[in-house]
């Protein structure tokens, strides 16, 4: 199971042309990914067959949240269900680098709610690499069983999935299938072989990006456009194949 980041429509496009398996929708994917606009999240539905899972967070920076920001947290969260999101990818800490479980089951119950008054599926809820700053990964991994996500995307506290894979193989084995433990984080159809085989995990997250436009210095638009390489992408679907 391939689940490819994108940040913008054409990715979106590429990623599921190439052979991607799942969709994590965001913007500004250069910050580490914004919430992305509904509008994006209708485009995508509309032009890709595959799960849109879509990220939640309302700014650049850290995890832990003011109050006026978990306002903003949960309106963004109600409007990309209404807008079609297949699964919501979130992720809210204390300032003691612990799970925020009251504002987790606060999203949950909202989720659920919606959900019901919509009479439609509820959908996938994942926790994100704010996963990988909780000093204790067992229990928060524990606790989010509990709270019933059914997804974990971690690099397994480490910068990259290669240097955290002892971490993630023990997490996939703890899980005992309780929950799926994606890696995710510098993986490419060089490594992918390796951490597949090692970590036993069966699901990996990826951006298979490119460099596709970057102004010069002297421009006001001095941004570099990144994109999914849908080479990349075939690449590491043959190479998981492989294992």
Do not use: W
């Amino acid at each position: 199971m391939l689940e490819i980041c994108t940040a913008h429509l054409q990715s979106v496009i590429s990623a599921t042309k190439a052979g991607a398996d799942r969709i994590e929708l965001c913007t500004a994917l250069p910050v580490g990914g914004i919430t992305p606009t509904t509008a994006l999240i209708k485009a995508a539905k509309s032009y890709s067959h595959l799960p849109i899972m879509v990220l939640i967070r309302p700014r650049e920076g850290d995890f832990v949240y003011s109050d006026n920001e978990k306002q903003l947290y949960l309106s963004e969260i109600e409007a990309c269900v209404d807008a079609g999101a297949d699964g919501i990818v979130l992720g809210a800490l204390t300032i003691s680098y612990a799970l925020d479980i009251t504002f987790l089951k606060e999203i949950i119950a909202l989720i659920d709610r919606k959900t019901t008054e919509m009479n439609k599926p509820r959908p996938e809820i994942v926790f994100h690499r704010a996963f990988d700053y909780v000093e204790s990964p067992f229990d928060a991994m524990e606790i989010l069983i509990a709270c019933g996500f059914t997804r974990i995307l971690t690099s397994g506290q480490k910068p990259t999935a290669t240097e955290g894979k002892h971490l993630l193989k023990r997490l996939v084995e703890l899980a005992e299938n309780r929950i799926t433990i994606m890696p995710g984080g510098g993986i490419n159809s060089q490594n992918i072989n390796e951490l597949k085989s090692f970590t036993g995990a069966k699901e990996f997250h990826l951006s298979a990006k490119t460099k596709t436009c970057s102004t010069p210095a002297t421009s006001a638009f001095n941004v570099d456009l990144f994109s999914v390489d849908p080479e990349e992408v075939k690449a590491v679907k043959h190479a998981s194949y492989m294992v």
